[in-house]
């Protein structure tokens, strides 16, 4: 798989996820059959055993994780070029959340036999899986502190700012737009809020003209219409 291949089409190399080199991703592509899933369907299931590894090719999947109440709490968007299941496959334990296809999805499954055996056979090719599941898991942690810690509003902005970051495309002059359903319980999730308070953040990022929050547009999406002045407004360094 080439580059440009790897790289075509929406959300392409989106999400937190550590890049393998592309010669990489095509030797652990050929060793896996493709599935695709239809919107909504679940690709892998919370619980489930660690029996493969898969390559997210096309489309966007959600990992969400359940509750002790039974309510499934947002993690993440992952886009093309991510892997999906991999920390189960590292240390062997049921899957650890449940993944599933925001839209139309294609994923290329890798049975445990055949990618045990293939890493078995090329030290570099693990080391490099390896330090792609470390890195990710680094970025998952640092991710959820930085969304849980200060006040709720400068919490809500690193989200949208984030997402902007790995899931926006242009809009009209400095306008991002967040190509996602980042919709408000899963921005409340990543936060740790109630659904009514980031409406009521996001409508006060909206009067500072910094956010539309995209009711007038269809599909509604979030926008951030002014990323370098969010990013003042929160503190955070120039993007």
Do not use: N
Not at 21 to 41: E, I, K, N, Q, S
Not at 54 to 60: A, I, S, Y
């Amino acid at each position: 798989m080439t580059t440009q291949e790897r790289t075509d089409g929406p959300w392409a190399g989106a999400g937190p996820d550590p890049a393998l080199d592309p010669a990489l991703w095509g030797a652990l592509r050929a060793l896996g059959h493709p599935v695709d899933f239809a919107a909504g369907g679940t690709i892998l299931f919370q619980g489930s055993p660690s029996e493969s590894m898969l390559l997210l090719e096309e489309g966007l999947a959600t990992v969400s994780v359940a509750a002790a109440d039974g309510a499934e709490v947002f993690l993440a968007f992952r886009g093309p070029g991510s892997l999906l299941g991999e920390f189960g496959y590292v240390d062997r334990r049921p899957r650890s959340a449940m993944v599933r296809a925001a839209v139309p999805t294609r994923c290329r499954v890798l049975p445990r036999p055949a990618l045990d055996r293939f890493l078995g056979a090329d030290p570099e090719a693990q080391r490099a899986v390896t330090a792609a599941v470390v890195a990710k898991m680094r970025a998952v942690t640092d991710r959820r502190v930085r969304y849980t810690q200060g006040r709720i509003g400068v919490r809500i902005g690193r989200v949208l700012l984030d997402h902007a970051r790995e899931f926006g495309v242009p809009g009209p002059g400095r306008a991002v737009v967040i190509d996602v359903p980042l919709v408000h319980p899963r921005i409340a999730d990543l936060v740790g809020a109630r659904s009514r308070i980031v409406g009521l953040e996001l409508a006060r990022l909206q009067e500072a003209g910094l956010v539309d929050t995209g009711y007038r547009s269809s599909p509604r999406k979030l926008r951030v219409l002014d990323p370098e002045g969010l990013r003042r407004r929160l503190g955070e360094p120039a993007g």
